[in-house]
């Protein structure tokens, strides 16, 4: 690892354990790359041991569109709560709020599996669908402005997971998908069809080759949270966050 990478590291475990915010400015050029934003992660992750067993079970993934490079993050086990969940005592810096489809796969799968797989053979790896809360947060005292790479290297900006009830994956009209988000006492938010790849699932190969490159197996039941429906929307400490999925589910934490 170079030393501007552990610079890095170095800097996301400090506003961890000191539970705040620094300052991105001075780090932003020492990124080079994804490659150097995913090392950071690592680093990061192995400080904290928080993936004992070396192949993270929870990820995030996404894009703005099937265009663009996809980016992914494994999320530490502390922070993926079943709903209804009780974050009141849980330190964040920010709250934003992400409403998500999240996709469990059924089977094992190797480096070799990943490669060969199309995006049209992805969903047969799918067994489970779960409607999924994402709360956004930052270790950057710039948070939304800091640069693309620090958001990547500060696990694409995760706070918490929050996952509704598994229910057997089956084919939909994503674009005639609604979901439905309602935070404290503000009107509820409707979306529809509004995922940026057009079907959760697109992503399940480009994922699974990231989670593989280094020649580890996906194991059986490795979850993934697919990108938001809603944008980022905001929330305080002390807010209900629902979002509803028609014909999927729901999920709920208190902040």
Not at 34 to 59: G, I, M, N
Request: aromatic fraction near 6%; glycine fraction near 6%.
């Amino acid at each position: 690892m170079s030393p501007s990478v552990q610079t890095v590291a170095d800097t996301l475990l400090q506003a961890y354990r000191q539970q705040r915010p620094v300052d991105a400015a001075p780090l932003e050029r020492l990124l080079h790359g994804p490659d150097d934003a995913y090392a950071a992660q690592e680093a990061v992750a192995r400080a904290s041991d928080w993936f004992p067993d070396a192949v993270p079970l929870h990820w995030k993934s996404g894009g703005a569109a099937r265009p663009a490079v996809l980016t992914h993050a494994p999320l530490p086990p502390r922070h993926v709560w079943p709903s209804p969940a009780d974050a009141s005592r849980t330190h964040f810096n920010l709250r934003l709020i992400e409403a998500e489809v999240a996709l469990r796969l059924g089977r094992d799968v190797t480096p070799a599996d990943a490669q060969a797989l199309s995006h049209e053979a992805a969903p047969e790896l799918v067994d489970a669908m779960a409607v999924s809360i994402e709360i956004v947060d930052s270790r950057w005292q710039q948070a939304r402005d800091a640069g693309a790479l620090l958001k990547l290297a500060d696990l694409q900006s995760h706070g918490a997971l929050v996952l509704g009830e598994w229910q057997p994956f089956a084919a939909r009209d994503w674009a005639r998908q609604t979901c439905v988000v309602s935070i404290g006492n503000l009107a509820p938010k409707s979306f529809r069809g509004t995922h940026s790849l057009g079907d959760p699932a697109w992503l399940v190969p480009i994922w699974l080759r990231h989670v593989t490159r280094n020649g580890a197996t996906a194991p059986r039941g490795s979850v993934v949270t697919t990108g938001t429906w809603c944008g980022m929307l905001e929330a305080h400490r002390g807010d209900r966050v629902r979002a509803v999925f028609d014909g999927i589910g729901e999920a709920e934490v208190q902040l």
